[in-house]
């Protein structure tokens, strides 16, 4: 599916098509969270146990990074 991005006031963005909003579950004010994958970015309806998951996992990445690092060479 092609998007255009637009101007929103004094912002760009994305119109979702009703059919994609209604297939993702979504209403005006829910929140999305948009993760960078390796083939490109993937949108996905807010998850509250998710969003939990990823700050943790963000929290651990930043107190083990030498160790991440090393894990990587």
């Known amino acids: 599916m ?3 991005v ?3 006031g004094n912002s760009l963005g994305v119109i979702l098509p ?3 909003l209604i297939r993702m579950r979504l209403d005006k004010g829910d929140s ?3 993760t960078e994958t390796p083939d ?3 949108l996905s309806a807010y998850d509250e146990q998710f969003a939990g998951q990823m700050e943790t996992a963000r929290t651990l990445m930043r107190k083990r990074r030498n160790v ?3 894990l990587a060479k």
């Open 18 to 20: 009703r059919d994609l």
């Open 2 to 4: 092609e998007l255009k």
């Open 68 to 70: 991440l690092k090393e």
């Open 32 to 34: 999305v969270f948009i």
């Open 6 to 8: 637009t101007k929103i």
């Open 40 to 42: 490109g970015f993937r």
